[in-house]
């Protein structure tokens, strides 16, 4: 027998990086670190600058991957397994560049203010090109090194450009100046070498301005979350980071202060502003039993709760890392600008030196030649295209997140931009989910029927189950201890306590089971409007129990807006007839589906992608995961479990049925202005590279020296930045 290969243990890595700048650059990274042996994926996403890494820690490691960085030009700043970590430290190095780029363009201005004034003819050639000089190695240092870094690996990128661009145009005035033609007036050119930098380096502190206002949503989100926890031990009170926070430890809350952590009340009373995570205005009442949430403010009362989720397990922190994580997803569109970036710096690099020697070849001079070769180089912007689909991500994203919509990657855009038919779950998602027990319908004595009925539910996560529960509290009856439970998906559930197993569910199921109903139970159950729980004792049937459960107020409204867009609504649930037609009259959804199973959600969903409609899953539940997964987009209101957000495209956190449309909006605000930036950013290169070159030259007379190359190229990426921020402000 062939012996079975141990099965691959991939780790997960965020990496910030230093010295990340355009489109080159991540095509570089992303093939150089996948071709390392044991890497399993390699995203870098070139707004935050950040690598997101799998790789097999059998075969290689950290050490490994930052040599291998190293070796390719850039620098990992930090090597963690936490995103929302990395992105702090991403933040970080951004806002130091700025400050960077904000001292060298004033260095530059300075010193190019002076090459331009009057009185800088008085002076000597020799001073001139002194002056030049420390423009071109103190202002622009970082392209020179960056330039440096990418020979190294035999590869070039935006630094490059730049770099040699200068360094041609200023050491060709070195050589005229101390060459063997010496003492030629070259003074008119040396400001050229100074412009250019300055305007890059405006161009690259406007961009880094504004990529930081790209990643404010994010970066409120750390902000808003305390540092501090008042913490409870051995009846004492004491302060301590909230790193020192561990599960189970007891947090006192007073008035006005923010939970450092997820937990549950134990002790005390309050009110909490929790419109951080769900967009409700109305603080939510929290009394023992409560859950609490971090980065949510206490409004009234001193609250005591057990410490659960701590750390990035926090609701708040794992919001945090979806966005970061949705972010390293590329679509389609932008794996085509990066293969197409891949070429670019090369082809203009051809262009360039092709371009000078034509102008040579028909007579002109080297200065001209020069300043031709120079602004070709200068005015090719790979940064614009390399940012023109991440940055209308990253703030598309932010903004969403804002609004309560997480979304799990940008191929989801394109998805939800152009759905057909919305499909919704009911209990839950169209209804509140918020059951309430309305009436009791025991073959005996009620209170042992609420007992069983309470025992057998304890363990479910269904909606009904806490609507059981609920009464179960409010009568003072205690559910029996179970020693067995099962919950089957879309039917009821199973389980044993001392007085038997107990079943309860659907009347469909209970008549795929074989299970007798008294043809009067049998007639309430099927024609009313209510939601309906049999129970069965040992197979024999005890009686029902009627739930109510109230439809989303927002619910109607959101129906209209749809059907205004020439989107069809459409029902699916696993309740009774009466109880769905209800529920989709009240909202005014004209097709419905009742009674269906999980898998039988997920061939309705089918069945519509076979009429070639894009569809859309809205579902809360367990039962609602495989149509989740089928829909070209599943969507997941947060108020769910797990499974259905871990099945969905995206998670709507503010469980308010208008985030649906919401997120129609957002996707296709993001689609358009993506759209835009790659316009620009080719029709840009288009445009001016060959005005550069001096194609338009000889036709009419145009051509652009390179301090005006160097700053269409600040323009051109610094205008795609801003196009992208636009979306902080869609109306939504």
Partial sequence: MAAVPPVKKLKKAVVPLEGVHCASCVTRLENGLGSLAGMAGVSVNLPS??????????VTGQKQIEERIGDLGYKALAFSESAVSAENTALKELEREKAMFLRRFLLGLALTGFLLADYAFSFSEYTLMAVAGLAWWFAGRHFHEGFLRASRAFTADMNSLVSLS???????????????AGGQHYHAQWHEVGMLITFINLGRW??????????????????IAPKFARRLRDGKEETVPVDEIHPGDVILLRPGEQAPVDGRVTAGASAMDESLLTGEAVPAEKEPGARVYAGTVNKTGSLEFAAEGVGEETVLMRIIKAVEESQAEKSAVQHLVDRISAWFVPAVFLVAAGSAAAWIYYGAGPARAVSIFAAVLAVACPCAMGLAVPMAVAVGFGRAASAGILIRNADVLERVSGVDVVIFDKTGTVTEGRLR???????????????????????????????????????????EPLTAFEAVPGKGVKARSADGEILVGSLKWFDELGLAVPPGAREDIKGAPASMLLLALDGAYKGYAALADAVRPEAAELIKELEAMGIEPVMASGDRQAVVAHTAAAVGIKTFHAEVFPEEKRQIVMRYK????????????????????EADIGMAMRSGT?????????????????????????????????????????AYNIVLIPLAAGAFYPSLGLVIPPSAAGAAMALSSVSVVMNSLRLRRVKL
């Fill in 642 to 682: 797990d499974v259905a957000a871990q099945a969905s495209d995206m998670t709507l956190m503010h469980n308010d049925l208008r985030s649906v449309i919401t997120a129609v909006r957002i996707s296709k605000a993001i689609k358009r202005v993506i759209k835009q930036n790659l316009a620009w950013a080719f």
């Fill in 437 to 479: 027990l309305d009436g009791l319908f025991p073959e005996k004595n009620g209170r042992d029927f609420l007992k069983l009925l309470a025992s057998a539910e304890e363990r479910s996560e269904h909606p009904f189950a806490e609507a059981v529960r609920q009464k179960a509290r409010e009568a003072g009856v205690r559910p």
């Fill in 610 to 629: 076979a009429l070639g409609k894009r569809t859309a899953m809205v579902g809360d539940g367990f039962n609602d995961a495989p149509a989740l997964s």
């Fill in 206 to 223: 406007l961009e880094a301005r504004s990529k930081s206002k790209a990643g404010e949503a994010v970066a409120r989100l750390f902000k």
């Fill in 166 to 180: 200068t360094t041609v145009t200023f050491l060709y005035g070195v050589w005229v100046t101390v060459g063997p």
């Fill in 49 to 58: 600058r950040t690598a997101f890494i799998s790789y097999d820690a059998a």
